[in-house]
Nanobody, 120 residues
């Protein structure tokens, strides 16, 4: 089992920045692929970014604005979000799985989510 706890969400104006954190714990949690997904009201959960030991993956809508990175010593993955837009609003979820896939239904472990609201 892997436990994931997100933090760092909040309310920010368009053009601002936020950094989300996801602390992972549990057996062999350091070997998992880590990812971020988001879900806006009335919409399906969508892929945002993922970190594997060899690559980083981003949704087209966030490329150049968001950065995913990992602190191995703290077993924490971060999502640095810059130049935020109102359409970035949603609940952001941290996820872990044995391999990368942009389809959220394939991921095994999930955090509780953190709300990000970007005002115009």
């Amino acid at each position: 089992q892997v436990q994931l706890v997100e933090s760092g969400g909040g309310l920010v104006q368009a053009g601002g920045s936020l950094r989300l954190s996801c602390a992972a714990s549990g057996r062999t949690s350091s070997s998992y692929v880590m990812g971020w997904f988001r879900q806006a009201p009335g919409k399906e959960r969508e892929f945002v970014a993922a970190f594997t030991w060899s690559s980083r993956y981003y949704a087209d809508s966030v490329k150049g604005r968001f950065t995913i990175f990992r602190d191995n010593a703290k077993n924490t993955v971060y999502l640095q979000m810059n130049s935020l837009k109102p359409e970035d609003t949603g609940v952001y979820y941290c996820a872990a799985d044995g391999q990368y896939d942009s389809d959220y239904t394939t991921w095994d472990y999930w955090g509780q989510g953190t709300q990000v609201t970007v005002s115009s």
